[in-house]
């Protein structure tokens, strides 16, 4: 039998269609408590806790080493087990990594994309950053690593809630989670390289932050190089623009979503 991760659905009608919301590294389902009753007014969302993370701290996946291949199956398995056959992706910050991962795994049961603080390639700082972070975080403690990193990606005043937010849910991570987790930036700018040249007729949006000092630069360069992919930017936002400016995402997020043809549901 299966282990599958913890899950919530928020679900209004059958036939509407089914976003699946994945939270970034030390998030959780609560991440995404701003989206829950906007989006779920004419969608039904699926939301999941990440391995590690929220209400699956403390289980065990019989996994030594995670990698993004291995996530993407965890939550196309909760997809399956609702019987659920296409689904928009919304996946924040890592967790925007998880959903191209998910597309290349079953691109044709994905009918669009939206990316908030999407990471999608890592330029020469944040190659340099990643490594000189990976050696420290041996040194210093994983969870100091961490709460070091919250606030070089997300520096400003502005940012205060978001910063909170991740460093409080983070501290449901093990030691051993934080590892494993951690492991992933090894192999983070091989994977990236990857999705970066994939094309995809599926519908992108990245919605940025205009402060994202580290992402909104290779954020643009992704929407300058793919025709599906198109670009939303949040003025006097950081990294994560679904807590900062919840009210103006949501409704990005709207825009898009309706604009999009309907697709009919058709049960697994």
């Known amino acids: ?17 089914w976003l699946v919301l994945v939270h970034g590294a030390g998030g959780s389902t609560r991440t995404w408590k701003r989206q829950t009753e906007p989006l779920g007014e004419a969608y ?6 990440l391995p590690g993370h929220g209400q699956n ?5 019989q996994e030594d080493k995670y990698t993004f291949e291995f996530v993407a199956h965890k939550i196309w398995e909760v997809v399956d087990h609702l019987g659920i056959q296409k689904v928009h992706l919304v996946g924040i910050s890592l967790g925007t990594i998880l959903c191209l991962q998910m ?33 420290f975080a041996k040194i210093i403690g994983y969870r100091n690593f961490y709460n070091i990193s919250a606030y070089i990606m997300m520096p400003r005043g502005n940012h205060k809630k978001s910063r909170e937010v991740f460093i409080k849910e983070s501290k449901a991570l093990t030691v051993d989670e934080f ?12 994977a990236l390289n ?7 007729a599926v519908p992108h949006l990245l919605v940025m932050g205009s402060q994202d000092h580290l992402f909104l630069p290779p954020a643009q360069k992704y929407a ?8 939303s930017i949040i003025p006097k936002c950081g990294h994560v623009v679904s807590i900062e400016k919840a009210q103006q995402f949501n ?13 009919k549901q058709v049960p697994t």
């Open 179 to 190: 590892k494993k987790w951690t492991n992933l930036y090894y192999h983070l700018n091989a």
């Open 224 to 231: 300058d190089a793919h025709p599906n992919a198109n670009i």
């Open 57 to 61: 701290a403390g289980r065990t996946f």
């Open 103 to 135: 597309r290349v795994l079953h691109p044709n049961r994905v009918l669009s994309m939206i990316m908030p603080g999407a990471i999608v390639q890592l330029n020469l700082k944040l190659r340099l950053l990643a490594s000189v972070s990976l050696f």
């Open 44 to 49: 039904n969302l699926l939301v999941i806790d």
């Open 1 to 17: 039998m299966k282990q599958l991760l913890h899950f919530e659905t928020h679900q209004k009608k059958s036939n509407s269609e």
């Open 194 to 200: 990857h999705f970066f040249q994939l094309n995809s």
């Open 251 to 263: 409704e990005i997020c709207l825009s898009f979503l309706n604009a999009l043809p309907l697709q």
